[in-house]
């Protein structure tokens, strides 16, 4: 049974971080594209960051460039997003999802993979 577990949510001030961290199994983990999305109350799901498995080139979304920064340790299994910086608009459920789909990591690949339950991030001002 393929499942992602997400952890490492929390409340922290602005200016502060937080480390967010993705297990994947029941998949041959260093074969997924993986990334993370987020959903604030009221708005869509969006993306934040990407990583291929191939060539672990990374992308992120402008909001939270120079900020956060995605890693895999495919030896853990475990995708990592680094937040520095963190601002209240980064408050949000945030979501990881892994796709077997190959080559460039892309957000619309990732929607129709495999996603976790979620963890809260919240960030007071």
């Known amino acids: 049974q393929v499942q992602v577990v997400e952890s490492g949510g929390g409340l922290v001030q602005a200016g502060g971080s937080l480390r967010l961290s993705c297990t994947a199994s029941g998949l041959t983990f260093d074969a997924l594209n993986m990334g993370w999305f987020r959903q604030a109350p009221g708005k869509e799901r969006e993306g934040v960051s990407c990583?291929?498995?191939?060539?672990?080139?990374?992308y992120y979304a402008d909001s939270v460039k120079g900020r956060f920064t995605i890693s895999r340790d495919n030896a853990k299994n475990t995708l990592y997003l680094q937040m520095n910086s963190l601002k209240p608009v980064d408050t949000a459920m945030y979501y990881c999802?892994?796709?077997?789909?190959?080559?460039?990591?892309?957000?619309?690949?990732?929607?129709?993979?495999?996603w976790g339950q979620g963890t809260q991030v919240s960030v007071s001002s």
């Open positions: 999802a892994a796709t077997t789909v190959e080559g460039v990591c892309l957000f619309s690949d990732l929607r129709l993979g495999v």
């Open positions: 990583i291929a498995w191939r060539s672990s080139t990374t």
